[in-house]
């Protein structure tokens, strides 16, 4: 299994990026996955999440900004970021798999200034 995400970089606030997070070795269609970020001193949150049965869920900070999408054919999913704001600095990482076997991508830094 393999997570490899890409995309991150430093913008300004009210800005946009997309992240991409390209998987191997999974049943794309079928695995729960999303995004967690972390940003320094603060714990790894749920930024969104796509459960088993396709359910999606984004954080209340990032409802309405933020959007999941799947390439199926690529085996990738992506972040659509947009109205960014200096508090989703983070490092962005993409997960699949469930609570009790779960992968995770290596990260990606979204940098937003002021």
């Known amino acids: 299994v393999q997570l490899v995400e890409s995309g991150g970089g430093e913008v300004q606030a009210g800005g946009s990026l997309k992240l991409s997070c390209a998987t191997s070795?999974?049943?794309?269609?079928?695995?729960?996955m999303g995004w967690y970020r972390q940003s320094p001193g603060n714990q790894r949150e749920m930024v969104v999440d796509?459960?088993?049965?396709?359910?999606?869920t984004y954080a209340d900070s990032v409802k309405g900004r933020f959007t999941i999408s799947k390439d199926h054919f690529k085996n990738t999913m992506y972040l659509e970021m947009n109205t960014l704001k200096p508090e989703d600095t983070a490092v962005y990482f993409c997960?699949?798999?469930?609570?009790?076997?779960?992968?995770w991508g290596q990260g990606t830094q979204v940098t937003v200034s002021s």
């Open positions: 997960y699949a798999g469930s609570t009790n076997a779960r992968y």
């Open positions: 070795g999974i049943l794309f269609s079928v695995w729960p």
């Open positions: 796509v459960s088993l049965e396709g359910t999606t």
